[in-house]
């Protein structure tokens, strides 16, 4: 009997069966990641599983998995003894563990050391790494893919790793951008809101270009302050906004007075929505993660992209966005030219983004697919 198809909405088998207990691993976990676990234990939850969510405190504070219906369990990011065995605990009494990112994964991996729990493992980001460290990658990723019972990629190149570095089982997830992170500000509301958001950002006669993203080395924010430097000669000269905190704000903040740069750092922001329906376009001049939460955004707010080619970008996007070389600048520099300039490409690209986007799944696709997986995993197979 199916553990999944048989519950009830409210977690309890009409068949007298108890309902499937998960427990959903994160790490430091992306802005991606979290708001994935977050809509998935609602659905989950919504479908009478019983959901507990590992993950530091921080990321409960932000993305409320108790508010879903979650049970939540701090649990550092960290791969110390003590971490695993906190998390060896929670997972005593679990008919399946889902971890979501490579250190998760790995956690989870050594709690279950031992136990015939299945293992789901969710790579949302491709990791980057140099030197030793690139070999330490390695041998992380081929431990975790041949600890997971299956290894669900958010893009076609991460299901293509997952499979080199050994797993047996390795499928393209569907990863819905949760409907409170798409652009609410449409229509009407975007009328209204543009002028406010322009004004309060000082573009209310000169074009709004936004960027989004912590501020770490795997964005491409050298690459962007060198591509403003050549729009610097435009008349009304642009200006680039980009929100986000993170260990280069200090380094970016000195070029960018430095060298008189058209670009205002705003730190993070609750309103990135809002902020992007203002823009005229929206940059992504680099993403580890493989669904970039700022591409889909921009495409639901029809707000044009330029985007560096990397990752899992190409086949998200489509042809709905500019694609430039990963680190150009002056590439990325001629494309924001060109299309500032170009306002029927910009018309195109915004229809073609309305197209792209209703090819993505939905949440509740979103949650079949993961359920599937659960019933696959933990349904008994029928005695000969």
């Keep these: 009997m199916s553990h999944v198809s048989s519950h009830s909405p ?28 977050r809509s998935l234990t609602s659905g989950l939850v919504a479908r009478g599983v019983r959901v507990t969510v590992c993950a530091p405190a921080t990321a409960d504070h932000t993305y409320d998995f108790t508010g879903v219906g979650a049970d939540h369990v701090p649990v550092p990011r960290r791969n110390d ?3 695993v065995a906190a998390l060896r605990t929670v997972c005593a009494d679990a008919d399946l563990v889902h971890a979501h990112g490579l250190h998760a994964a790995l956690r989870a991996a050594l709690a279950l050391s031992g136990r015939r729990v299945p293992l789901v493992v969710t790579w949302h980001t491709r990791p980057y790494a140099e030197g030793a460290r ?23 190149d991460l299901v293509d790793r997952a499979r080199s570095r050994g797993a047996r089982d390795a499928r393209l997830a569907a990863v819905a951008l949760p409907a409170r992170r798409r652009a609410v500000a449409t229509g009407e509301e975007t009328d209204r809101l543009r ?12 074009p709004l270009l936004m960027a989004v993203g912590s501020l770490d080395r795997h964005r491409g924010y050298d ?78 707010a ?37 299309l500032l300039a170009d306002p029927e490409r910009c018309e195109r690209l915004k229809d073609r983004g309305t197209r792209q986007a209703a090819t993505w799944p939905t949440e509740d696709e979103t949650v079949a697919q993961v359920l599937s997986v659960y019933d696959e995993l933990t349904t008994p197979l029928p005695l000969p």
């Design 134 to 156: 690139a070999h330490l990658l390695r041998v992380l990723e081929r431990r975790v893919a041949k600890a997971a019972s299956v290894v669900l990629g958010s893009s076609s």
């Design 81 to 83: 003894p003590a971490s």
């Design 10 to 37: 409210h977690g309890h088998s009409s068949h007298g069966q108890s309902p499937l207990r998960t427990v959903q691993v994160l790490g430091g976990g992306s802005a991606g990641s979290c708001a994935h676990v």
């Design 302 to 338: 029809r707000v044009p992209l330029i985007a560096a080619a990397t990752g899992g970008i190409p086949e998200l996007v489509g042809d709905a966005a500019d694609l430039v070389p990963h680190g150009d600048p002056e590439a990325l520099a001629e494309a924001v030219t060109a």
């Design 195 to 206: 002028p406010k958001a322009r004004a309060e950002l000082g573009t209310t006669d000169r």
């Design 223 to 300: 690459t962007l302050l060198d591509a403003t430097r050549a729009w610097r000669r435009l008349d009304p000269v642009p200006l680039l906004v980009i929100a986000g905190e993170g260990p280069l704000r200090g380094a970016l903040q000195r070029r960018i007075e430095d060298e008189e740069l058209p670009v205002r750092l705003i730190g993070r922001r609750d309103d990135i929505g809002e902020l992007l329906a203002a823009a005229d376009l929206a940059l992504l001049p680099g993403c580890p993660e493989s669904r970039s939460v700022l591409a889909q955004e921009a495409l639901y």
